[in-house]
Nanobody, 124 residues
Framework: QVQVAESGGGVVQAGGSLRLSCVAS????????MGWYRQAPGKQRELVAS???????NYVDSVKGRFIISRDNAKNMVYLQMNSLKPEDTAVYYC??????????????????WGQGTLVTVSS
């Protein structure tokens, strides 16, 4: 089994910063890509940023220059440093991890696991 858990959400004023953390745990052989998605009320879930093992990061245009994704491969963790936050960044942020596990339903088959989400609220 694989679990993904986020932390670090909260309420912040516009222009402020927050750092989200995510850890994947369980029967993990390898994690290829990890990422952050968000879903605002009444909107579809969108990719915010993603990063592959020892590879470049990818960002949605609206966060380029403000958000930074980073990864600790040894700890199976991914982070999202969010700076210069805007009210339109308000959303539930979800962590994703593309994991190959050595147990369970997806034995040795890459599968994307999701966290439960953490709420980020940016007040104006």
């Amino acid at each position: 089994q694989v679990q993904v858990a986020e932390s670090g959400g909260g309420v912040v004023q516009a222009g402020g910063s927050l750092r989200l953390s995510c850890v994947a745990s369980g029967s993990i052989v390898v994690i290829s890509e990890m990422g952050w998605y968000r879903q605002a009320p009444g909107k579809q879930r969108e990719l915010v940023a993603s990063i592959i093992t020892n590879g470049p990061a990818n960002y949605v245009d609206s966060v380029k220059g403000r958000f930074i994704i980073s990864r600790d491969n040894a700890k199976n963790m991914v982070y999202l440093q969010m700076n210069s936050l805007k009210p339109e960044d308000t959303a539930v942020y979800y962590c994703s991890a593309d994991v190959t596990s050595n147990s369970g339903l997806y034995y040795l088959t890459p599968h994307v696991y999701w966290g439960q989400g953490t709420l980020v609220t940016v007040s104006s």
